[in-house]
């Protein structure tokens, strides 16, 4: 049985940035999910209703989650954006999801519980942006529903760091995340030579890939306010380099979109360079640079394109 809790806000939804976060995203429910695996449902929801008024602690996303609800306190008419609780738990197993909320003080009032079910079908009926969770399948399913969404990594393989920033900063890869993997498939296909041609003669920007929708969102918050004011900072840390670093440059001029920094590494590795932006998350399509990122920075997997089939 499924239920889904709406708040009666009479705020334009159009006009939010809306994210949707999956429970074990949000907190660490490693324990409780060995539970389910080793012992069952059954031995999962009573472990879940005997342990309801425990407060959970935060998972990999929290303090992601805490900074993207700080942005509404810049605004005195109405909420920015919203986090929304999309969660495979049933309302009862749930209660403890929805008590830690509550304890931690999160401004989360929406929440969908699938019972067991994929959430995935509702990030559209929610008007979500991003969608951030534990399960590359959901995951999967929320991109084919043309939804940005990316597979957050387990607390056990990273450090659950808070920023040393009030500012809300973001890291992308550019081809398959914000942009199509068109591209890399010629650079897979007929190599770095090949790539580089069809760059430097392309006379058209690059297609928009799965995040494209997102960064546009977040661009008309910053839009909101003067550059030295604004609580997002975006940056653009990509493999690529001249020349085909002009073809990037150019795709976002004619998209009108900002990105704040760009990096062009030419094959370095992203992760000390996503330390120093000091990135809340970082996206990316190849498990190879998350599985180096995720060291010490928040990173999602972005499940598409060719290095994902």
């Not at 239920?3 to 705020?11: H, K, L, N, Q, W």
């Not at 509404?72 to 109405?78: F, H, K």
């Not at 991109?143 to 040393?164: C, F, G, M, Q």
């Not at 977040?218 to 004011?229: G, M, V």
Request: hydrophobic share 35%.
């Amino acid at each position: 049985m499924e239920f889904i809790f709406f708040s009666r806000s009479m705020v334009n939804r159009k006009s939010k940035l809306i994210i949707g976060i999956s429970s074990r995203a949000l907190f660490d429910l490693d324990k409780s999910h060995e539970i389910y695996k080793n012992e069952g449902l059954k031995s999962y929801q009573s472990y879940q209703v005997e342990n309801e008024n425990k407060t959970l602690k935060p998972g990999e996303a929290f303090y992601l989650v805490k900074k993207i609800l700080k942005i509404n306190e810049l605004y005195n008419d109405a909420d920015r954006v919203e986090v929304i609780l999309l969660s495979r738990n049933t309302s009862d197993t749930g209660l403890r999801i929805r008590n830690s909320i509550e304890d931690h003080k999160l401004n989360i009032n929406r929440a969908a519980f699938c019972g067991g079910e994929s959430p995935h079908r509702y990030v559209k009926d929610f008007g979500v942006h991003l969608f951030l969770s534990s399960s590359i399948d959901d995951v999967k399913l929320a991109i084919k529903s043309n939804v940005a969404a990316a597979t957050i990594l387990s607390r056990k393989l990273t450090k659950n760091k808070k920023s040393s920033s009030d500012q809300l900063k973001i890291a992308f890869d550019g081809d398959a995340v914000i942009f199509s993997d068109d591209s890399e498939k010629i650079y897979q296909k007929d190599g770095l030579k090949a790539f580089i041609k069809n760059e430097v003669n392309s006379t058209t920007p690059l297609k928009e890939g799965p995040f494209k929708s997102f960064l546009v969102q977040l661009n008309n918050i910053q839009n909101d306010f003067e550059i030295n004011e604004c609580p997002i900072r975006t940056a653009l840390v990509t493999a690529r380099s001249a020349p085909s670093d002009r073809r990037v440059i150019k795709t976002l001029r004619e998209w009108g979109v900002r990105i704040d920094e760009s990096l062009f590494l030419g094959g370095l590795s992203k992760n000390k360079f996503l330390e120093s932006f000091d990135a809340d998350i970082f996206f990316d399509d190849q498990k190879k640079h998350i599985m180096s990122a995720v060291k010490n920075t928040t990173s999602g997997h972005v499940p598409y394109g060719i290095k994902n089939n």
